[in-house]
């Protein structure tokens, strides 16, 4: 027997109609532990306010059966970063709804590459530690704060994940040393440890930025076959868990 972590909703609620403007407002659909998130459609909702806070949405996905999150780009950027950073809390993995025109960075999936990957990034980290050490002196010395920021990209299938880079602005300022970093691309060497883990890969090192992946996503969209099917199903959180 399912029990849902939400209270029942006996009102269903027309978010198009009444919210069309609003993007803070979204459509949730699941099947087979599979999380939509996408715009306001003409399915009639329950109004969910608790999924306002980023707190009640963490203890949500946390209870739920749910294995991962698609998360519609059009959507806007700030609500992507609301749904990522509670997804990261939750330790669900989120991916992003991209059209199969676009061609997204490759991971790689034969265990050879990957291990061979692994190799050289780690000897790399080896050959270059003493540059990114002094980098982190220089940091600490020219523009003392945070050494490290971590950014939201796109991986391979549109999953997002946690990009290690040096910090090369304070606030919303761009220092002299990240300047001269950027032109060289040493901002970029802490992206080392992202091949470790998986995420990116030394030859397909490039990665979508959240900003960018939205952008370019502008394609008609071509929706996977289980997402067809979850459209026609309005969310029942009476009798399903979230």
């Known amino acids: 027997m399912t029990t849902s972590i939400i209270p029942t ?3 269903l ?12 407002y979204c459509t949730l ?39 991962l999150v698609s998360i519609d780009p059009k ?3 700030a609500l992507l970063r609301f749904w990522a950073d509670a997804c990261e809390q939750a330790h669900k993995p989120i991916f992003l709804r991209i059209p199969a025109g676009n061609k997204l960075p490759k991971q790689p999936n034969q265990p050879l590459q990957r291990l061979i990957d692994w190799i ?4 790399l980290l ?41 910090c090369s602005t304070t606030k919303h300022n761009i220092t002299p ?7 060289y691309s040493l901002d970029n060497l802490p992206q080392l440890f992202n091949v470790l883990r998986g995420d990116i890969s030394l030859t397909e090192s490039h990665s979508w930025t959240l ?3 939205v952008q370019l996503n502008q394609l008609p969209e071509i929706t996977a076959s289980w997402e067809i099917e979850a459209q026609s199903n309005a969310l029942q959180l009476d009798t399903q868990t979230l």
């Open 126 to 166: 080896l050959l270059v530690s003493p540059v990114m050490l002094g980098l982190i002196i220089l940091m600490q010395v020219y523009s003392p704060g945070s050494l490290f920021c971590r950014e939201w990209h796109v991986g391979e299938r549109g999953k997002l994940f946690r990009a290690i880079k040096f």
């Open 29 to 67: 659909q699941w099947r087979r532990g599979k999380l939509l998130v996408k715009l306001p459609g003409q399915v009639k909702q329950p109004y969910l306010p608790s999924l306002n806070s980023k707190r009640s949405l963490i203890e949500c996905l946390q209870h739920s059966p749910v294995s």
């Open 177 to 183: 040393l990240g300047r001269w970093m950027r032109k």
């Open 75 to 77: 959507l806007g950027e």
């Open 13 to 24: 609620y027309d978010v198009t109609q009444q919210h069309q403007d609003n993007r803070s």
């Open 9 to 11: 909703l006996e009102n």
């Open 211 to 213: 900003e960018d992946a």
């Open 120 to 123: 050289a990034a780690l000897m």
